[in-house]
């Protein structure tokens, strides 16, 4: 009898650690308003959702939950026992005075000022632009979602979205620490570490970049532990122990195939020793077609911006066909929900026809979802193994759009780590666009996936004032630029590539065209040329300038400094870090390009409180 109650109660207490629940409640002010898009998290998870526009919210719990967190920027964060399936929560605005700062853009010059949140309920510029709200409803556990427009669908255009960049390859030594200590705790959840990094560079004998080339990471006894294909820049990332910790750093080979030719390097460098050179005897090919689809999350908590989103990719799409009218651009799209939804996914394949793209997108309407993560496992599932792409492409990208993370089962995990693996195989780049409503959890996994596919993170942000709260992303600085803007840039940066028998393409202007990171300053540079090609980027009298030729170089690039400067990098043309130079007691010294392919270079070195940026056209020899 005892051994049968204790069977009996092992079940109950079974039942009890895997049964759910929902709490709902109400989030008001001081005043007793109700307050839109207030996060609500399980404390200890990544399990979340945000307040609709009647800041009511809707939550399915596991029963060993308990706590539930309520943040917001400008607001104290409280903390909420469960001890009740209705749970009402009085926000108060934080006494923390914030700092207004100014962001300027790179490319349009235009401004954004962030307003001190405390001391205002709105967190983001009033412009001129038409509200959307929302809310959602879960009624039996499904969502329901409704939209009221303030104002006609032809009121929503392209160009009013905000966002920026973050290139964890441009601030690699700045990635590995974050992801070690302010996000450490995510690699756990995901089981993905990117830190353990093989940089390769191809060049031909003709000194182009070796485009489409197979490249893998294998042990002495052929086990592939990484795979990848060389990009525009001839380049390709190559990983060691993402998913564990099983492989030594030793007796490793780096594998090369192209054209039916194969060829081997022996013991490569990790990053931080250096690049892996490789000159190998292939013809120049520059492929002319390049492959971009677009996968969007289209459950209910997009509603506040995926209207905007989809004038942003239609206005994207008849630009990069205008401006790419030598490539063959194909574009291609799909929508995912959730499990129990209406549908799982929804797919338009690549076609050279923009209209059957813009048409798909058109159809398209945020419901469904309840819960915080998504099937995001199913879109990426049907953007790389079912989409038609390219054997031969300058570019394969994803820009995946949400506002969610997966699901963090053990299913779901492992889904989107041989995900992310498959589209490194595949050559196809991983760029994540995260809207509001995201946590560090997702933010984490995001960069994470980029870094592994040779992608960057792009986030929205407040500057628009459209949507809910977007979350900063852990990092020093960055730039706020229209996400019009950004998605253009990068494709342009992955199209990018010199023809074959043609040298560098470039103008005076091209090299004066000095980037400006936001630095609070409306000091700029002085830029001077000279007839020998002698580069001077006069800073300020107090902090001195920077002179360097010739430019254009064949190989060796000469670099004097006046004024106090402690360190310089080289980056390439999508801003990723190539080299680092300590430069603190150096006024006078040199950077060999010659190992690179011939294309246009970046020096990036900090000055004061602020970076610059310097041009190189490295020329064909």
Known sequence: MKQLFIFITAIFLINQSFSQKIITGLVTDEGGEALPG??????????????????????????????????????ETIEKEIISDIINVKMLHSSDDLEEVVVTAI????????????????????????????????????????????????????????????????KWELWKDISDNQLQTYKTTWKMKPQERFCVQLTNNSDKPVVNAKVFLTTNRNDTLWAAITDNTGKAELWLNVYDSLFSEKNLIINVEKDAQY????????????????????????PEVADIAFVVDATGSMGDEISYLKAELKDVLKKIK?????????????????ISDAYLVKKSDFSEDIKTTIDFINLQSPGGGGDFPEAVDAGLNTAINDLNW????????????????????????????????KAAKKGIRIVPVTASGIDKSTEYLMRSMALATNGTYVFLTDDSGIGNSHIKPTTDEFQVELLNDVFIRLIKQYLTIPDCEEDVVYNEDEIKDTLYIADNSENKDTIKI????????????????????????????????????????????????????????????????????AGIYFIQYQNGESWKTGKIIKRKR
Not at 39 to 58: A, D, E, F, Q
Not at 402 to 411: G, I, R, T
Not at 563 to 572: H, I, N, R, S
């Open 107 to 170: 490319e349009h010059k235009k401004s954004f000022k962030i307003k001190d949140f405390s001391s205002s309920k709105s967190s983001r510029i009033k412009r001129d632009i038409p509200s959307v709200s929302y809310y959602s409803e879960s009624v039996d556990d499904k969502v329901v979602s409704k939209y009221e427009k303030s104002t006609s669908d032809t009121d929503i255009k392209s160009g009013m979205l905000t966002a920026g960049e973050l290139n964890d390859y441009g």
């Open 390 to 421: 390219s054997k031969d492409a300058l570019a394969k990208v994803v820009f995946l759009i949400l506002d969610a993370p997966p699901h963090s089962d053990v299913e779901s995990v492992k889904k989107i780590q041989e995900l992310t693996k």
């Open 322 to 338: 205008k401006q790419h009218k030598d490539i063959l651009v194909n574009t291609a799209s799909v929508f995912y929900r959730d």
């Open 530 to 597: 000279d007839t020998t090609g002698t580069t001077e980027i006069y800073i300020n009298p107090e902090l001195g300038k920077v002179k360097y030729y010739p430019n254009p170089t064949f190989d060796i690039l000469n670099i004097e400094i006046t004024g106090k400067m402690e360190e310089m990098f080289l980056a390439d043309v999508s801003g990723k870090i190539l080299r680092r130079f300590d430069i603190k007691n150096q006024n006078i010294f040199q950077i060999n390009l010659d190992q690179f392919p």
């Open 38 to 75: 207030i996060s609500v998290l399980v404390k200890g998870t990544s399990r979340g959702t945000i307040t609709n526009i009647n800041g009511k919210y809707s939550i399915k719990i596991n029963a060993s939950a308990k706590y539930l967190v309520f943040s917001y920027i400008g607001m």
């Open 263 to 286: 060829f081997k390097l022996q013991n490569p460098t990790k990053f931080h020793d250096g690049i892996n050179f490789m000159s190998i005897p292939i013809a120049c090919n520059v």
